[in-house]
């Protein structure tokens, strides 16, 4: 066996003992009354862009599509999807104190104005979470009309 041989026997072994360490693909259960769509009452075209651009990874409702089977791009997106319930939970909007749920109502705002959410790396490949201008000014312009929000 050449050296080559065994490099690429090497990788190839690690790749597939790696197929044994996925993530935890379970969304937790919630009270549903804490949702945030639920709680603030969106217009439905408000509510249809959040749901298609934010959910998947601020809230109990992911969907993992067939490559979240595949490490270690599963173990990326299980990371991304982590930080984003952390960051943000739409499904856990009703636990958030006033102050912290106006602060991240700014934030949601702010990113999706400056084109930071949702994400590049997500909307590559969900193409129909990409938000046209017209979608974020929509968006931006209901959630500070949100009472309270700056």
């Known amino acids: 066996m050449t050296l080559k041989t065994k490099i690429i026997a090497g990788l190839v072994a690690v790749l597939v003992i790696m197929q044994f360490f996925g ?5 937790p259960s919630y009270a549903a009354e804490n949702d945030f769509l639920a709680m603030t009452n969106p217009p439905e075209e408000i509510a249809q862009i959040i749901k298609t651009s934010c959910y998947d990874c601020h809230s109990y409702h992911t969907k993992y599509p067939w490559y979240t089977n595949v490490a270690p791009l599963s173990w990326w997106i299980g990371d991304h999807i982590e930080e984003g319930r ?6 856990e909007w009703g636990a958030y104190s006033e ?12 990113e ?8 590049t790396s997500y909307t590559l490949i969900h193409g129909e979470a990409s938000l046209s201008d017209e979608q974020v000014k929509k ?12």
Do not use: Q, R
């Open 86 to 91: 952390e960051h943000f939970n739409l499904s």
């Open 99 to 110: 102050k912290k749920a106006l602060h991240k109502l700014e934030e949601f705002y702010e």
């Open 23 to 27: 993530i935890d693909k379970e969304n």
């Open 139 to 150: 968006l931006v312009t209901w959630v500070k009309s949100l009472p309270g929000v700056k």
């Open 112 to 119: 999706v104005e400056e084109g930071e959410m949702p994400l």
